[in-house]
């Protein structure tokens, strides 16, 4: 018997927010876009997403102490869940993971360079900007280069950098000239399904709390230190996004947001240190959306990876090149990410909620996965049980995505809608192909050899 060794329990809760705020980037260039669909509903909007998160992590957590010493996530709950019934959940479940985290790359590196032609090069052209940076980024993964060993330190830095910016920008008056937008802004059209939209393209970055149970097996107490790292987690989310929202609308005039929705924090920068306040923080964006490009790479081609030796995708996807890297899972990574730029062009929010749509797919069945995990596994040991009324509230939770997910790609438009929705059942294929060609193919080499 071949005995697996379980991932050591070194860290604590601590570490959990740390890598949870490598998130934190995302708020500056998302609200702007917030802003520009739900004017001063953009803070309401950010925090209904992560309040939404919020309730639904207590079912996130009651599963992570049941599987305490999985690191899997999300994913690995739903297949325990549905492993009885059908593999293809937790299949799905997997690739819309890797879609959601898989996509995001390209986007990433768009708005850094946004960034950089803002500042330093006028004329440059995000795309061919992005694509040498995600064809930069795939070549270190490929040759094992650990960068990322301490990129979070960096994130987590420039992350700060701009949350003093936001701080700065309400410690020193605003000149009358500026016209700030103010906090009765509305929007042009901030109906019900603009509001549900901005909620979809928000839960990209709000929903990313759930990351810190993916390191259950690696905390000491793993009851205890999950529930302090996602009590501490969504408490700043949340009170982080609504005041990046609220310094953005205090601050800026209108037309600053809604001609350059990725780059607010430019302008906010210049007016407390000038031309060389936007310098620093281009630079630091550069920086860290560079290292947050390689975080959401490595997540999302480990898991591709998993799905290849687990037998769920195209095994390519599961193999190791000299390096140690999963070389067919980068390149298959890398291939999506062009694919989206090509159908998208420089719009990272586009690409953003093509890949939204697959990880919703994931977070609806999670949210069932807590109701059959229930009903099948009453007695099973849980280190923290959630109330029985939650089997109700994880249902409620479920239909809600349900129609966030619909809702914000209806808005978005049908075409697109099904280009995004067609990267999340592009896993059909390929396990059907793994399943009925490659796994065959490979049974009967085994037979004629043995003959």
Known sequence: MVEYRKLERAITWKTGVFVALTCVLDWFWLTGTAIDMSGKWAI????????????ACIGYLEMATMFRDSSGGLPTYVHEAFKKYS???????????????????????????FFVRETLLPSMNP????????????????????????????????????????????????????????????????????????????????????????????????VEDTKKALFWTILLFLFGTTFVAATY????????????PYT???????????????????IAMV??????????????????????????????????????????????????????????????????????????GTIILANISFIMLRRDRPNAERGFRAPNF???????????????VTVGSWEWGLLRSLIGASLLLTCLPFYFYRTKVQDRREIKGDNINET
């Open 264 to 282: 607010p924090l430019l302008p906010l920068a210049e007016h407390l240190i000038g031309y060389a306040g936007k310098v620093i923080v281009t």
């Open 249 to 260: 609308l205090k601050a800026l005039p209108l037309d600053t947001i809604l001609n350059h």
């Open 44 to 55: 309401a909007a950010w925090a209904t997403a992560v309040l939404l998160q919020g309730v």
């Open 127 to 222: 795309t061919v900007f992005a694509v040498i940076i995600l064809l930069s980024v795939c070549l270190l993964n490929y040759f094992g280069v650990k960068v990322w060993s301490n990129a979070s330190t960096f994130i987590v830095i420039t992350a700060l950098i701009c949350l003093s910016i936001c701080v700065g920008n309400w410690l020193f008056p605003i000149p009358e000239s500026v016209n700030p937008v103010g906090f009765g802004y509305v929007g042009e059209n901030p109906g019900v399904p603009t509001f549900i939209a901005t909620v979809f393209i928000l839960a990209w970055s709000a929903y990313s709390s759930e990351v810190v149970i993916t390191l259950t097996a690696e905390y000491k107490n793993p």
């Open 390 to 404: 939650y089997v109700y509230i994880c249902a409620l939770l479920a239909i809600t995505n349900l129609v966030i």
């Open 287 to 360: 920086v860290g959306l560079f290292l947050s490009t390689n975080a959401c790479l490595i997540a999302a081609s480990r898991v591709l990876f998993q799905m290849g030796r687990s037998g769920t995708t195209l095994k390519q996807f599961g193999h190791l090149n000299r390096y140690g890297s999963p070389a067919g899972a980068i390149f298959g990574l890398a291939l999506l990410n062009i694919a989206m730029i090509t159908i998208f062009g420089d719009q990272p929010i586009a690409i953003l909620r093509a890949g939204d749509i697959g990880y919703f």
């Open 87 to 113: 593999p293809l959940p937790g299949t799905i479940s997997s690739w819309g993971y890797v879609v959601g985290w898989g996509a995001a790359p390209i986007a990433v590196v768009l708005f850094a360079g």
